[in-house]
């Protein structure tokens, strides 16, 4: 079965923090998404990586694809209080159609 | 465009009514999906149309009846839910079969309360 494991669950910062959320497996994903979701609305992709080592940067987001592409993680710069809200990992499954979900992490960023 | 819509954004009904939910998208995307989310939970899959046919039901109840009316419509049909069915219900759509990443996008959701 594949798993997509989250880390940390939950995550409270001070404004202008720097975090790093970690999305591993034992399986490997031929592409793995990052999603924002904010409260009662729907997730918003932020990025798709695909290839192993990947780095892909969106202002200070910065995203990484492991090289066996059994890992990823998102590293926040300067966090801000508009950062605040549900991260979900996601990826491929072999399974066609079937998207593999992390559990998420919910970072709240303090003024 | 990467946009998915879906209407109601809200929707309260009571165990005996019949609604709908809707989703549409125009991005040429030939497979949709629907979601339930429940609070603090990432979304679980109900079921896959690819090129408007149904191609996965992850063994959801009969009184969730989903429509795919044409490549750009899903139609998600509610019938004597009960209070348990209250979530956020996402619609998302991909490229599809043979796209070298199958990436979902998804739309703002309907929040559903049933009383």
């Known amino acids: 079965t594949q798993l997509l494991e989250q880390s940390p669950q939950f995550l409270s910062i001070q404004e202008g923090e720097n975090l790093t959320v970690y999305c591993n497996s034992s399986s490997v994903f031929s592409s793995l998404q990052w999603y924002r979701q904010e409260p009662g609305e729907g997730p918003v992709l932020l990025v798709t990586?695909?290839?192993?080592?990947e780095v892909k940067k969106l202002k200070r987001l910065t995203f990484q694809f492991g090289d066996a592409r059994k890992d990823s993680s998102l590293h926040i710069t300067a966090a801000q209080p508009g950062d605040t809200g549900l991260y979900l990992c996601?990826?491929?499954?072999?399974?066609?159609?079937?998207?593999?979900f992390g559990a998420g992490t919910r970072l709240f960023v303090k003024a | 465009d990467t946009e998915v819509t879906q209407t109601p954004k809200h929707l309260v009904m009571g165990m005996t009514n019949k609604k709908s939910l809707k989703c549409e998208q125009h991005?040429?995307?030939?497979?949709m999906y629907w979601y339930k989310q429940k609070a603090k939970k990432p979304p679980e899959l109900m079921f896959v149309?690819?090129?408007?046919?149904?191609?996965i039901n992850e063994s959801v109840p009969s009184r969730f009846s989903p429509e795919c009316p044409n490549s750009s419509l899903l139609n998600l049909h509610l019938h004597a839910l009960q209070p348990e069915d209250s979530a956020l219900y996402l619609c998302a759509s991909s490229q599809g079969r043979g796209a070298l990443t199958d990436t979902q996008y998804f739309g703002p959701g309907t929040r559903l309360t049933v009383l």
């Open positions: 149309y690819s090129y408007e046919k149904l191609s």
């Open positions: 990586v695909v290839t192993g080592g």
């Open positions: 996601a990826g491929d499954s072999r399974e066609g159609f079937k998207t593999i």
């Open positions: 991005m040429g995307h030939r497979a």
